[in-house]
């Protein structure tokens, strides 16, 4: 998963329907889980707030595509 977050997240530096803020909130997230999940096996206090950080950067990357998504790109006309 962390993988595609990062290539989604690089993906999206390429794209100008998003802002590069989110785009680098991703690259950021799926880095540190990434790390995070590479050295599992070392039990340290700054691994942990390490996949913390990660995970608080993930969920706002998710709620920040979302929202992106979610907004309309072209105002339609009012007919009346």
């Known amino acids: 998963e962390m993988t595609t977050v990062l290539i989604f997240s690089v993906l999206?530096?390429?794209n100008n329907s998003f802002p590069r803020e989110i785009a680098y909130i991703g690259i950021l997230a799926g880095t540190?889980?990434?790390?995070?999940?590479f050295t599992e096996s070392i039990h340290s206090r700054s691994i942990a707030?390490?996949?913390a950080i990660g995970y608080i950067l993930l969920?706002?990357?998710?709620?920040?595509?979302?929202?992106q998504l979610l907004r309309p790109k072209y105002?339609?006309?009012?007919?009346s």
């Open 12 to 14: 999206l530096l390429w």
């Open 32 to 37: 540190f889980l990434l790390i995070g999940d």
């Open 59 to 67: 969920l706002t990357w998710y709620l920040c595509v979302g929202i």
């Open 49 to 51: 707030i390490l996949i």
């Open 75 to 79: 105002h339609l006309p009012n007919v």
